[in-house]
Structure formats: structure tokens, C-alpha cells
């Protein structure tokens, strides 16, 4: 099983972010908790939490920024949470993750995670440059990033992934090369690395428009997106999806879930639960949710029922975004768009399955498109 | 009815200057229709026409009028269609009238469509009641151009006797209509002559057929009658119904020589009941047709394709449904490589079709994409055959050809003093051949030019338009066809051509026109996965190339449970919008780029 619980708060929206998040100098702690457990208990009641379905499962806390919550808040919270996971033999069996902000890493906070169940730890470094890391509205500097892993280290979580943003603005001046460089230095078993998108409604997106932040360049995403394949690989890890990077056997588990199509669970405003066909999600604002899980409402906002033609679709996007690749069948092997793809080295074909490349998956939403505009159903 | 109490005749104006204005004023004097009953412009029936205010189809209408001599007169008004594209049609109604009121504004004054449609009246032998039509306005220059009406009509039309109305306040119109009982001649046709009736409209009626107007010329039409037309004699048809029009069908018992009308007898469609020919008693086939008649022939062609393949057969169905009501609309179904299956289509010009494209959008919902409208070349071949060729995909390279002829029109152009130079570049700009000019008054000018046609379809007359602020007017007729230094221009993507994109053009401005496609199309289809080389080409030879970079990346970088749906939704978007987009080869080509080439400047 693989349940996902959101956590909504932060302390200031980053520049390039559209989450669905809220600004709180003050965190609703006890809200917070009560309004999760109770949609708990209703989750479990209506069948939606199956604890036998799966002994190697996954927990995230994702955000938002749940490093924002108090330790003992998130102790409460995953006594709870894993006890859903009871059938699951050992709890080390779990990935349990939480998502932190590298100045929210103290060695009390991280001790106390450790006890609670947390084994898997998402810092949020972005950039090892302070001017990058102040333009992104972040809190911390970049020393901040090499104590927070240490820190982690010693109270016992090994497991630690490291975000990086990269196909900055140019006028940011930003060193990709040596960002990587830092955050190898660390050797994080884990790395994740995201372009820079801009989405509507950010304070980025609005920068551009006003001309005073330059707009995206798919030249420098190109170039950098190859460089980090590069150095990469290099130092020992494998992309196995898009934008993620790790050594073996320190995937990621809870997000291998959604790209393999396994259903999940989620909890928390905005927050999404699959179960192979249906999909819903949580009312997004912070207080609209509150009211309704307080009130006794249901916390979901809608569903979909997904049709076949929809599911393949995703089943073959998400497929191709990690390197297990799509199944294709025989004939469809020689059809003229897969030939040049492969000519071009934008994927391969190995084992009867079509995997991208660093260059197909920059590609990868026009290869798609195209793929299943061909109808290669497998 | 007497003959000689018959009144056949018809208005000619500029478009704007109040002709059907003029119509309703008559309707309304002679007590035709009751007030209540008018709709403004009651000649115009089709929405598109209110729409563009000018008049396609014809119609008649027969007024009642007693006159000041205590005389009942029938009065048919017979309508024009007042655009350059239906030359043939305007003179088949003239030759239905004996007079013609020739309306215009006072203070536009006269314009190049109203002097071709005079001449075309003239020559149809027509007593012509100059008016002048605006009075009311503020800008009415009365007398000036009660001077001009008489430079061009002479002592037809003394400054001091041409009625000067209001066709809006219906000043002076009851004189007009004095006019009109006064000096247009009555009909005189033969009654016991055998049956001819000149057709010169047609309507087609979904449970009635093919319904034409008619003006008979000599005989007696009546229903039970067996009648033939002239242009297939061997159908004979029985009559149903007779009448006359007046804003709808009014059955009668019979129509007289010199009377207007219409006749029902079961005639599939208006292809067989063509403007221009005879209606003949079936009893009396050998009596000679009425002079005139001629095959339309069209001087415009396009291919026609949905947008979407599923939608061919709707096109179809739409094409003969027009068909059956616009005689002057031709089409073959032809494929082309670019837009799948679609109709090569004939049309009188370039107004024509686009009144057929916009009807075909708009009473049939069909979403179209049309290729550069071409004229029809004459390829005379090294063999000594000669192919005529109406797509520029078809048109055969190299050494087989010996020349390529195209249609010249002699074009007549009527502009303000102060434009002469800015016309006289255009006239050369668009390979005319000057043929002179000279003043209808100190202010305003007449030119003649011979054009080859292909330079005035497609932009020509909002170029004119644009050049003399509005005051240009433009009218054209068909002169020959002449041997021109032309080339086939083909655009390439990533060197396949594209059939669609094909053009006979001028040697002189083949480079121009390619380089100037090449740049909109770079411009207009969006970058793809493999880089797009657009080339102009004339045979082998490159003349123009652009390039298009291609994707350097198209990717979310984030995708997690939530994302799903989201991401699912974009690319279900994508694929609609792949399935509006051309696929040539590996290049996907937008909607937006055939439509742009239409618009190269």
C-alpha cells in the first residue's frame, strides 16, 4: 500500500511554486492533526486503505513543507498512519519519507523522526548558490544544506535525497556544473533533479511578464538536463525516471508507485487517491478542507472514473518517463517514427521494451504524443 | 394584361447607392405589399446578401400602379445582381426589362460598376430614367453630377430633367414612377407566335425543383403546357404551375408575351434551367432560341477540404445541395497529398466563392480549409495538345511544354484625380497592360487596363480599396487568353512539395512571392521534433529555404500522483490538436498555414 499525506503549510510561497499550499506564519497544529486522523478513520471504513494489499508499501509526508510540523505532531501522525500498515511484517519493510526544508534539519527534530518511523528524508536543496536560493524565496543559505544532511546522518537517516533546480534564468548566472559538484560531494544516495517550469499564477511567471526575469530557454534546460545525466552517471547513479537519479536500491518507492500505475492513498488537502480506476482528490484549500473534515463532510472534491482509452494513455506516458520503458509488440517495433527515434538515439528498444534515452526524455511529451496517435497498443 | 400596359424594368446602381432602397419605395407606393408586411430591402432574401448588402440571387416583382393617365399599368421590377462576378447574369436580366433606372449617388457620384451595367443596358437596348438618388444627405453634390450623367448619357439626360430623389424619404419617387409608365416602351411580343420565354434566374425549390424566372417573349405559357429548353431540347417537361412574383409565388392561369413570371414543371435542378436560355413549346422546338445564351464558365478555381477527414461527405452532400440552387458553381472531387479528399470547385470569381464557402460553413457547419484560388491555364504541349489545367499541382514541368496561355480581363477602373499615380503602380504591379485613360470630370478618372485575371483574384480590390482610401471602383469582363511567362512554384517541407501550397505564377515574381510563404509558413508551423526545411522551388530549382529548429525539449519535469489527471488532460489536448494538424511526410502542418498563404502581400 502507498498512502501520501499532505502537508499544506508553508512559511512563504517559493517564487516558482503553484502547489497548492498555505502561508501560515502560525501552523494549526492540533487542526491540522485532527482534521488528517478523522479522514483517516474514514478512509480505513470505507475500504479505500487495503492494509494486506501490499507487505512492501510506502508513506510520504510531502508538502507543502511538513518539516514546518512539530516533531511530536508528526510522531501522533504516523503512530496513526502506520497503523494502517500493521499487516506489514516488519516496518522497515516501509518507506516512510519526509519532505524538509534543509534549516528545519536540527538534530533533536531529526532524532525524533527517526523514532517515529521516518527512514527516507527529501531535502529540498535546489542550488548551492545564496544568491539562486534567495531569488527562489528560499530560508536557507547553502551551508545550510551540507549540516542538514549531516545532521541527518547522524541521527541515523541514511536515506536522503537531495532536489535540485536547474535551467535557471541566465541573468542568475547560476554554475549548474558546480551545484552538482556540491551536491555529489555529499553523496546523497538519491538525487532529484527538476527543470525550471514556469506555471501561471507564480510570482515567476509574473517576473517574466514584467520583463524582469527572463523567460524559460530550451537550449540551457537541454544543455544542463544533459550535463546532470552526465555527471551522474559518472558518479555511480541511474536515472530512473525523468528527473530522478539514484544508487542502487534507494529509489524511490512511493513515487515508483504512481509511475507503475499501483494505486494509492492519499490524505490532506489536495491530495490524490487512485485506486486502478477511480481517481479523486481532496478539497485544495487549506480551509476549505478544514471545514469540511470538521464538519463531518467528505474532504474529497471529485473523482474521475478513468475510461480504458484514458488509462492506457497514462500507463504509457508514465511507463515511458522511467527507464523500465513500455512493452511494445513486434510490428510496431518497425513503424517509421520508432525507427528514426531510435536512428536518433532518443530511445532503444531492448527486450521487447521501449526506454528513452537522457535525449528522448527531453522529448519525452512529443514522443507520447505521437506514439499514441499511432495507437501502439501492446 | 395589354401589352401596352405592361412595364418591364430594373434598377442599376453601385452597391450602396440605394437601389434596393428604391425597390421597397415602389413596392410601397403602388400599395404592392401591406406596410406592416415590409421588411426593409424586401428584394434581398438571402441573409447573406442583408449581410454584405449586395444582391446574388435575382427577383422579380410585379407592382400594380394606376397612373396619372388614369391608366392601370403592371410594373415587374426585375432586380440585378450588382457585383463584377455576374456580368452574364446582370446582362440575361437586362434582357428581360425595356428600361432601366439608372440610380446614382449624388454625392459619390458615378462609379465603374454603374457605368458597366449602363453599357450592358445599352447594348440590351434599354430606355434608361437617370436619377439621382441621396438628395436628402449633406454631402449631395445635385448638379455636378447632373452634369456628368449627361456627359456620359447625352441628350438622353439633360441636367435640368434628371429626378433628383430621396429613394430613403421617398422624395420624388411617384415622379420616377411617372417616368417609368412614360418612357419605357411597352413589351412587344407575339401572342400567337409560337412559345419563347427567357430564362433569367433560377430558384431551386426542395419540393418543387428547379423554378425559373422567366419573361416571356412571345406565346402564351400555361399550365398543363409541354414545354423543352433550349440548351436540351430533347426533355420535355410538363408545366404545373405558372405565376408571377411578388415576393413569393402568386399562381396564374396563364403568362402573356411581354409578361414576367415564374414556371414550375418538375426540372430536377437549376443546372437545367440555366439563365439565359429559351423556354420553348415542346409542340415547337425548331423556332429560333432567343440570342445570348452562354455556358458559364467558371474563372476561379479552389480546392475545397474539410478539416476533418469524416466530415468529406457532409462536403459533398453540401456542394450538390448549393448546386442545385447556383447553376454557376462547378466541382470534381480531387485528393491531395497535403488534405486528403476534397473538390477542386469552379466559381465565377472571387466573391462567388466566397459567398459559397461562407454558405458551406454556415448552413452546412462544415470546417473548411481552401486552397490559393487559381485561374484556368491553357498548356500547349511540344505534342501540339493542349491541357488546360485548373490545379497548379497538376500543371506539367520542363520540356513538354511549349507555353502556358492564362485569362486576360479588360478591367475598368474608376478613382479620384489624386490617385492616378498610386494607380498606375498597381496597374503595373499586377503585369497590366495600360490601355489608357481619361477624365469624367476635373476630379475623377476612368482607366482602362488589361489584367492577367490571376492578379486581381485574389487581393486586388482590397488593394485598390486601400490605395485610394475607398474611393477606387473596379470592374472587369473576360478578354482572351494570352501566352504569359509563367512557372509552376512548388513549396517544399524537408523536400517533399506540398500539393496544397502549389501556385502558377509570373517568372518576374516567383522568388518574391516563395520567399515571402516560405517566411509565413516558418512563422506559422511550430517547432517539431526534426528540424522543418521549407523551400520554394521552381522544377529543381531552389529559390527560397527557410528553416525550422527543431524541439530542443518537450517535457514535464514533475509527475506524481496528483499530476496524473492533469498531465493526462494536456496530452488528451495534444492529441485533439495533432488531428487538426496536416501531416505531410513527417511535418505536421497547421490549419492557420493554408490559410495564410491566401494572405501573402
Given at each position: 500500500?502507498?498512502?501520501?499525506?499532505?502537508?499544506?503549510?508553508?512559511?512563504?510561497?517559493?517564487?516558482?511554486?503553484?502547489?497548492?499550499?498555505?502561508?501560515?506564519?502560525?501552523?494549526?497544529?492540533?487542526?491540522?492533526?485532527?482534521?488528517?486522523?478523522?479522514?483517516?478513520?474514514?478512509?480505513?471504513?470505507?475500504?479505500?486503505?487495503?492494509?494486506?494489499?501490499?507487505?512492501?508499501?510506502?508513506?510520504?509526508?510531502?508538502?507543502?513543507?511538513?518539516?514546518?510540523?512539530?516533531?511530536?505532531?508528526?510522531?501522533?501522525?504516523?503512530?496513526?498512519?502506520?497503523?494502517?500498515?500493521?499487516?506489514?511484517?516488519?516496518?522497515?519493510?516501509?518507506?516512510?519519507?519526509?519532505?524538509?526544508?534543509?534549516?528545519?534539519?536540527?538534530?533533536?527534530?531529526?532524532?525524533?523522526?527517526?523514532?517515529?518511523?521516518?527512514?527516507?528524508?527529501?531535502?529540498?536543496?535546489?542550488?548551492?548558490?545564496?544568491?539562486?536560493?534567495?531569488?527562489?524565496?528560499?530560508?536557507?543559505?547553502?551551508?545550510?544544506?551540507?549540516?542538514?544532511?549531516?545532521?541527518?546522518?547522524?541521527?541515523?537517516?541514511?536515506?536522503?535525497?537531495?532536489?535540485?533546480?536547474?535551467?535557471?534564468?541566465?541573468?542568475?548566472?547560476?554554475?549548474?556544473?558546480?551545484?552538482?559538484?556540491?551536491?555529489?560531494?555529499?553523496?546523497?544516495?538519491?538525487?532529484?533533479?527538476?527543470?525550471?517550469?514556469?506555471?501561471?499564477?507564480?510570482?515567476?511567471?509574473?517576473?517574466?511578464?514584467?520583463?524582469?526575469?527572463?523567460?524559460?530557454?530550451?537550449?540551457?534546460?537541454?544543455?544542463?538536463?544533459?550535463?546532470?545525466?552526465?555527471?551522474?552517471?559518472?558518479?555511480?547513479?541511474h536515472f530512473y525516471e525523468v528527473?530522478?537519479?539514484?544508487?542502487?536500491?534507494?529509489r524511490?518507492?512511493?513515487?515508483s508507485?504512481?509511475w507503475s500505475g499501483?494505486?494509492?492513498?492519499?490524505?490532506?488537502?489536495?491530495?490524490?487517491?487512485?485506486?486502478?480506476?477511480?481517481?479523486?482528490?481532496?478539497?485544495?484549500?487549506?480551509?476549505?478542507?478544514?471545514?469540511?473534515?470538521?464538519?463531518?463532510?467528505?474532504?474529497?472534491?471529485?473523482?474521475?472514473?478513468?475510461?480504458?482509452?484514458?488509462?492506457?494513455?497514462?500507463r504509457i506516458?508514465l511507463a515511458l518517463r522511467t527507464d523500465a520503458g513500455l512493452p511494445v509488440?513486434?510490428?510496431?517495433?518497425?513503424?517509421?517514427?520508432?525507427?528514426?527515434?531510435?536512428?536518433?538515439?532518443?530511445?532503444a528498444?531492448r527486450g521487447g521494451r521501449l526506454a528513452c534515452?537522457?535525449?528522448?526524455?527531453?522529448?519525452?511529451?512529443?514522443?507520447?504524443?505521437?506514439?499514441?496517435?499511432?495507437?501502439?497498443?501492446? | 394584361?395589354?401589352?401596352?400596359?405592361?412595364?418591364?424594368?430594373?434598377?442599376?446602381?453601385?452597391?450602396?447607392?440605394?437601389?434596393?432602397?428604391?425597390?421597397?419605395?415602389?413596392?410601397?407606393?403602388?400599395?404592392?405589399?401591406?406596410?406592416?408586411?415590409?421588411?426593409?430591402?424586401?428584394?434581398?432574401?438571402?441573409?447573406?446578401?442583408?449581410?454584405?448588402?449586395?444582391?446574388?440571387?435575382?427577383?422579380?416583382?410585379?407592382?400594380?400602379?394606376?397612373?396619372?393617365?388614369?391608366?392601370?399599368?403592371?410594373?415587374?421590377?426585375?432586380?440585378?445582381?450588382?457585383?463584377?462576378?455576374?456580368?452574364?447574369?446582370?446582362?440575361?436580366?437586362?434582357?428581360?426589362?425595356?428600361?432601366?433606372?439608372?440610380?446614382?449617388?449624388?454625392?459619390?457620384?458615378?462609379?465603374?460598376?454603374?457605368?458597366?451595367?449602363?453599357?450592358?443596358?445599352?447594348?440590351?437596348?434599354?430606355?434608361?430614367?437617370?436619377?439621382?438618388?441621396?438628395?436628402?444627405?449633406?454631402?449631395?453634390?445635385?448638379?455636378?453630377?447632373?452634369?456628368?450623367?449627361?456627359?456620359?448619357?447625352?441628350?438622353?439626360?439633360?441636367?435640368?430633367?434628371?429626378?433628383?430623389?430621396?429613394?430613403?424619404?421617398?422624395?420624388?419617387?411617384?415622379?420616377?414612377?411617372?417616368?417609368?409608365?412614360?418612357?419605357?416602351?411597352?413589351?412587344?411580343?407575339?401572342?400567337?407566335?409560337?412559345?419563347?420565354?427567357?430564362?433569367?434566374?433560377?430558384?431551386?425549390?426542395?419540393?418543387?425543383?428547379?423554378?425559373?424566372?422567366?419573361?416571356?417573349?412571345?406565346?402564351?405559357?400555361?399550365?398543363?403546357?409541354?414545354?423543352?429548353?433550349?440548351?436540351?431540347?430533347?426533355?420535355?417537361?410538363?408545366?404545373?404551375?405558372?405565376?408571377?412574383?411578388?415576393?413569393?409565388?402568386?399562381?396564374?392561369?396563364?403568362?402573356?408575351?411581354?409578361?414576367?413570371?415564374?414556371?414550375?414543371?418538375?426540372?430536377?435542378?437549376?443546372?437545367?434551367?440555366?439563365?439565359?436560355?429559351?423556354?420553348?413549346?415542346?409542340?415547337?422546338?425548331?423556332?429560333?432560341?432567343?440570342?445570348?445564351?452562354?455556358?458559364?464558365?467558371?474563372?476561379?478555381?479552389?480546392?475545397?477540404?474539410?478539416?476533418?477527414?469524416?466530415?468529406?461527405?457532409?462536403?459533398?452532400?453540401?456542394?450538390?445541395?448549393?448546386?442545385?440552387?447556383?447553376?454557376?458553381?462547378?466541382?470534381?472531387?480531387?485528393?491531395?497529398?497535403?488534405?486528403?479528399?476534397?473538390?477542386?470547385?469552379?466559381?465565377?470569381?472571387?466573391?462567388?466563392?466566397?459567398?459559397?464557402?461562407?454558405?458551406?460553413?454556415?448552413?452546412?457547419?462544415?470546417?473548411?480549409?481552401?486552397?490559393?484560388?487559381?485561374?484556368?491555364?491553357?498548356?500547349?504541349?511540344?505534342?501540339?495538345?493542349?491541357?488546360?489545367?485548373?490545379?497548379?499541382?497538376?500543371?506539367?514541368?520542363?520540356?513538354?511544354?511549349?507555353?502556358?496561355?492564362?485569362?486576360?480581363?479588360?478591367?475598368?477602373?474608376?478613382?479620384?484625380?489624386?490617385?492616378?499615380?498610386?494607380?498606375?503602380?498597381?496597374?503595373?504591379?499586377?503585369?497590366?497592360?495600360?490601355?489608357?485613360?481619361?477624365?469624367?470630370?476635373?476630379?475623377?478618372?476612368?482607366?482602362?487596363?488589361?489584367?492577367?485575371?490571376?492578379?486581381?483574384?485574389?487581393?486586388?480590390?482590397?488593394?485598390?480599396?486601400?490605395?485610394?482610401?475607398?474611393?477606387?471602383?473596379?470592374?472587369?469582363?473576360?478578354?482572351?487568353?494570352?501566352?504569359?511567362?509563367?512557372?509552376?512554384?512548388?513549396?517544399?517541407?524537408?523536400?517533399?512539395?506540398?500539393?496544397?501550397?502549389?501556385?502558377?505564377?509570373?517568372?518576374?515574381?516567383?522568388?518574391?512571392?516563395?520567399?515571402?510563404?516560405?517566411?509565413?509558413?516558418?512563422?506559422?508551423?511550430?517547432?517539431?521534433?526534426?528540424?522543418?526545411?521549407?523551400?520554394?522551388?521552381?522544377?529543381?530549382?531552389?529559390?527560397?529555404?527557410?528553416?525550422?529548429?527543431?524541439?530542443?525539449?518537450?517535457?514535464?519535469?514533475?509527475?506524481?500522483?496528483?499530476?496524473?489527471?492533469?498531465?493526462?488532460?494536456?496530452?488528451?489536448?495534444?492529441?485533439?490538436?495533432?488531428?487538426?494538424?496536416?501531416?505531410?511526410?513527417?511535418?505536421?502542418?497547421?490549419?492557420?498555414?493554408?490559410?495564410?498563404?491566401?494572405?501573402?502581400?
Amino acid at each position: 500500500m502507498h498512502l501520501y499525506l499532505h502537508v499544506p503549510f508553508c512559511a512563504r510561497r517559493c517564487s516558482y511554486c503553484d502547489f497548492s499550499i498555505a502561508v501560515r506564519r502560525r501552523i494549526p497544529v492540533r487542526g491540522y492533526v485532527e482534521c488528517v486522523l478523522r479522514e483517516l478513520g474514514d478512509l480505513i471504513s470505507s475500504g479505500w486503505v487495503d492494509p494486506g494489499a501490499s507487505p512492501r508499501g510506502s508513506l510520504y509526508l510531502g508538502g507543502g513543507t511538513p518539516s514546518l510540523l512539530p516533531p511530536e505532531a508528526v510522531a501522533t501522525l504516523l503512530t496513526h498512519l502506520l497503523d494502517a500498515f500493521s499487516s506489514t511484517p516488519s516496518l522497515d519493510a516501509l518507506e516512510v519519507t519526509i519532505e524538509a526544508n534543509p534549516e528545519d534539519v536540527t538534530l533533536s527534530t531529526a532524532s525524533s523522526w527517526r523514532r517515529s518511523g521516518i527512514n527516507r528524508v527529501s531535502l529540498g536543496a535546489q542550488s548551492f548558490d545564496d544568491n539562486v536560493l534567495q531569488w527562489m524565496h528560499r530560508f536557507h543559505d547553502a551551508a545550510r544544506i551540507g549540516a542538514a544532511v549531516r545532521t541527518l546522518r547522524a541521527a541515523g537517516l541514511d536515506n536522503i535525497s537531495l532536489d535540485l533546480i536547474f535551467a535557471l534564468p541566465p541573468e542568475l548566472n547560476r554554475d549548474w556544473s558546480r551545484d552538482l559538484d556540491e551536491a555529489l560531494a555529499l553523496a546523497p544516495p538519491h538525487l532529484s533533479v527538476y527543470g525550471l517550469t514556469v506555471e501561471e499564477r507564480t510570482p515567476l511567471a509574473r517576473w517574466i511578464s514584467r520583463g524582469t526575469s527572463s523567460a524559460p530557454d530550451d537550449d540551457r534546460y537541454a544543455a544542463e538536463y544533459l550535463l546532470a545525466h552526465e555527471r551522474l552517471r559518472n558518479a555511480g547513479y541511474h536515472f530512473y525516471e525523468v528527473s530522478n537519479a539514484a544508487r542502487d536500491g534507494h529509489r524511490s518507492r512511493h513515487n515508483s508507485a504512481y509511475w507503475s500505475g499501483r494505486p494509492y492513498s492519499g490524505l490532506g488537502p489536495a491530495a490524490h487517491s487512485y485506486d486502478g480506476r477511480v481517481r479523486r482528490w481532496n478539497l485544495a484549500p487549506w480551509e476549505a478542507y478544514r471545514r469540511a473534515v470538521q464538519s463531518g463532510r467528505s474532504a474529497i472534491e471529485s473523482q474521475e472514473i478513468l475510461t480504458d482509452e484514458q488509462r492506457e494513455l497514462e500507463r504509457i506516458y508514465l511507463a515511458l518517463r522511467t527507464d523500465a520503458g513500455l512493452p511494445v509488440s513486434a510490428p510496431y517495433r518497425l513503424l517509421p517514427p520508432l525507427t528514426a527515434w531510435v536512428e536518433r538515439g532518443w530511445v532503444a528498444l531492448r527486450g521487447g521494451r521501449l526506454a528513452c534515452t537522457a535525449q528522448g526524455w527531453l522529448r519525452l511529451d512529443s514522443l507520447v504524443r505521437d506514439l499514441t496517435a499511432l495507437a501502439v497498443a501492446v | 394584361m395589354r401589352q401596352d400596359h405592361i412595364r418591364n424594368f430594373c434598377i442599376v446602381a453601385h452597391i450602396d447607392h440605394g437601389k434596393s432602397t428604391l425597390a421597397d419605395r415602389l413596392i410601397e407606393l403602388t400599395g404592392t405589399l401591406d406596410k406592416r408586411l415590409m421588411r426593409e430591402q424586401v428584394l434581398d432574401t438571402m441573409d447573406l446578401e442583408r449581410e454584405r448588402g449586395i444582391t446574388i440571387k435575382l427577383n422579380a416583382v410585379r407592382m400594380q400602379y394606376r397612373a396619372r393617365d388614369g391608366g392601370i399599368y403592371e410594373l415587374n421590377l426585375i432586380d440585378t445582381p450588382g457585383h463584377v462576378d455576374f456580368t452574364y447574369e446582370v446582362s440575361r436580366s437586362l434582357n428581360a426589362c425595356e428600361g432601366a433606372i439608372l440610380v446614382v449617388d449624388a454625392s459619390q457620384g458615378i462609379q465603374a460598376q454603374t457605368i458597366s451595367n449602363l453599357f450592358l443596358a445599352l447594348d440590351a437596348g434599354l430606355e434608361i430614367i437617370p436619377a439621382l438618388n441621396k438628395i436628402d444627405l449633406p454631402g449631395a453634390e445635385p448638379d455636378r453630377r447632373a452634369q456628368e450623367l449627361h456627359e456620359l448619357l447625352g441628350d438622353g439626360a439633360k441636367p435640368g430633367e434628371i429626378l433628383r430623389i430621396s429613394a430613403k424619404e421617398g422624395t420624388n419617387v411617384p415622379e420616377l414612377l411617372e417616368a417609368v409608365v412614360r418612357r419605357v416602351p411597352p413589351p412587344r411580343g407575339d401572342r400567337a407566335a409560337p412559345l419563347r420565354a427567357l430564362i433569367f434566374d433560377s430558384y431551386f425549390d426542395r419540393y418543387r425543383g428547379a423554378i425559373p424566372s422567366i419573361r416571356v417573349v412571345d406565346g402564351v405559357l400555361r399550365a398543363g403546357m409541354r414545354v423543352a429548353f433550349g440548351a436540351h431540347k430533347d426533355d420535355v417537361y410538363e408545366v404545373d404551375e405558372v405565376g408571377y412574383l411578388q415576393l413569393g409565388h402568386k399562381p396564374t392561369e396563364q403568362l402573356d408575351a411581354g409578361e414576367v413570371g415564374y414556371v414550375v414543371a418538375n426540372v430536377r435542378g437549376v443546372r437545367d434551367t440555366r439563365p439565359g436560355d429559351t423556354i420553348l413549346d415542346a409542340e415547337h422546338r425548331d423556332v429560333p432560341l432567343l440570342p445570348g445564351y452562354r455556358e458559364i464558365k467558371s474563372m476561379v478555381f479552389a480546392g475545397l477540404y474539410p478539416t476533418d477527414a469524416g466530415q468529406f461527405e457532409g462536403l459533398r452532400d453540401a456542394l450538390a445541395k448549393l448546386q442545385l440552387n447556383d447553376a454557376s458553381l462547378h466541382y470534381e472531387p480531387e485528393s491531395s497529398v497535403a488534405l486528403g479528399f476534397g473538390f477542386r470547385c469552379g466559381f465565377l470569381g472571387l466573391l462567388h466563392m466566397e459567398i459559397v464557402r461562407e454558405r458551406l460553413q454556415r448552413e452546412f457547419d462544415l470546417d473548411l480549409i481552401s486552397t490559393v484560388p487559381n485561374v484556368e491555364y491553357h498548356v500547349h504541349k511540344t505534342d501540339g495538345s493542349v491541357q488546360v489545367v485548373e490545379n497548379p499541382s497538376l500543371m506539367p514541368h520542363g520540356s513538354t511544354v511549349q507555353r502556358i496561355e492564362e485569362p486576360f480581363v479588360k478591367a475598368r477602373i474608376l478613382a479620384p484625380a489624386e490617385y492616378i499615380g498610386a494607380m498606375m503602380t498597381l496597374g503595373q504591379e499586377r503585369r497590366g497592360v495600360y490601355s489608357g485613360m481619361h477624365y469624367l470630370d476635373p476630379a475623377r478618372v476612368e482607366f482602362g487596363w488589361e489584367f492577367p485575371l490571376a492578379e486581381i483574384i485574389l487581393d486586388f480590390y482590397d488593394k485598390l480599396k486601400t490605395i485610394s482610401r475607398g474611393y477606387a471602383a473596379l470592374d472587369y469582363e473576360f478578354l482572351e487568353y494570352r501566352a504569359s511567362d509563367l512557372v509552376r512554384l512548388d513549396m517544399l517541407l524537408n523536400g517533399e512539395a506540398v500539393d496544397a501550397f502549389s501556385v502558377i505564377i509570373h517568372r518576374d515574381k516567383a522568388h518574391e512571392w516563395g520567399k515571402k510563404v516560405a517566411e509565413r509558413l516558418k512563422e506559422l508551423i511550430p517547432r517539431q521534433l526534426f528540424e522543418i526545411v521549407i523551400q520554394a522551388a521552381i522544377g529543381t530549382k531552389v529559390i527560397a529555404r527557410e528553416s525550422i529548429r527543431p524541439l530542443r525539449k518537450n517535457v514535464t519535469a514533475k509527475c506524481y500522483g496528483g499530476d496524473v489527471t492533469r498531465k493526462r488532460k494536456l496530452l488528451e489536448k495534444q492529441r485533439e490538436g495533432k488531428k487538426r494538424m496536416k501531416q505531410v511526410g513527417t511535418v505536421e502542418i497547421p490549419q492557420e498555414a493554408f490559410l495564410a498563404v491566401l494572405r501573402v502581400d
